[in-house]
């Protein structure tokens, strides 16, 4: 077992990686992770192999997030998990971070609680089913733009191809029907497959999906290590993504 920090020569093994636990991310959203995180992306190879991944994106020393989290099947119940949040976590410790936040998915909860992490709140995965179309490439530098704006004033929906659905988020919006016709715009008259996560907490977000005739897929909980951060809702129609929060 070798832990060591990923590269840019590390996409294609973190890709097929991510393939393989059935993820949506595409090699841009890697490169673009391995970017954000500031050489905070953790690998742990394992018989020739990227057997799991980690990942620390600091927004600020008020914020990080923790993403990418991911072992393939073959290397699960080794410690590799954990292994890796302890790098991500000691990174974030030595830099100031006062609050550490993540998704959690139901069968990787107790690792975080048993490493400090609260639950908050909800945090729903909605999706809606249709054959998956071609699109023109977004431009990720809008991306990379807001998550390192901080605070955002403007309104902005987002979305990115997917390895297997074109996702939708982030949406920041002031008011529902502002939403909806950001929202509306960007899924166009599409059919195809979509993702959209967000914060339940905020009804309206909901039920914008449910109008826009997406169903909830699955369920996570966002969860803090640290000071709690929780701020309004209200404006928040899609999240980022889950390794970006």
Known sequence: MKVRKLVADDIPGA???STVVGWNQTAEDWRLTLELSDEGCFGIECEGLLAATASLICYGRRLAWVGMVLTRPEFRRRGFAR???AEVL???DNRGI????LDATAQG???YESLGFI?????ERWS???AQAERA????DRLREFLSRGNVTDEIALWRNGRVASYLGPCVSKSRESARQLIAETLGTSGERWFWDLLPENRNAAQLAAEFGFKVERPLVRMYRGEPLHVDQSRLYAIAGFEFG
């Open 15 to 17: 890709l097929e990686l």
């Open 83 to 85: 292994r890796l949040l």
């Open 90 to 92: 000691s990174l974030a």
């Open 98 to 101: 006062q609050t550490v936040k």
């Open 109 to 111: 909860q107790p690792l």
């Open 119 to 123: 639950a908050e709140q909800a945090v």
């Open 128 to 130: 809606r089913d249709g």
């Open 137 to 140: 490439p977004v431009d990720r």
